[in-house]
């Protein structure tokens, strides 16, 4: 069974920057597309950033493009969400995603195939 867990979750201020990590054991993360989502409270999981199998690949949902970036390293077999600028909505459950087979930088929950089980971040003003 495939793991994955996001670390690098906390409080921090509007306008503050974090950066998210998502690690495994497993030797598959060029094998892989790595997503992040977020849950903010009260609304659906939201997907927010992809990158591809290669990590040359990135896209990333308008609300966060320009404020967040994606990449993977992996030899550390680590993928990371850097978080510049957060803001109150950005508040929420943050969840990395991996998806194996087409080398699709989708946007869709069902898509995935394995799951960390999330990071909180709370952005205060």
């Known amino acids: 069974q495939v793991q994955l867990a996001e670390s690098g979750g906390g409080l921090v201020q509007a306008g503050d920057s974090l950066t998210l990590s998502c690690a495994t054991s497993e030797d598959f993360f060029n094998k892989v597309v790595v997503g992040w989502f977020r849950r903010a409270p009260g609304k659906e999981r939201e997907w927010l950033a992809a990158v591809s199998q290669s990590g040359t690949s990135r896209m990333y949902d308008e609300s966060v493009k320009g404020r967040f970036a994606i990449s993977k390293d992996i030899a550390k077999k680590t993928t990371y969400l850097q978080m510049n600028n957060l803001q109150r909505d950005d508040t929420g459950l943050y969840y990395c995603?991996?998806?194996?087979?087409?080398?699709?930088?989708?946007?869709?929950?069902?898509?995935?195939?394995?799951w960390g089980r999330g990071t909180q971040v709370t952005v205060s003003s």
């Open positions: 995603a991996a998806r194996s087979g087409l080398d699709y930088l989708g946007r869709e929950v069902t898509g995935y195939n394995y």
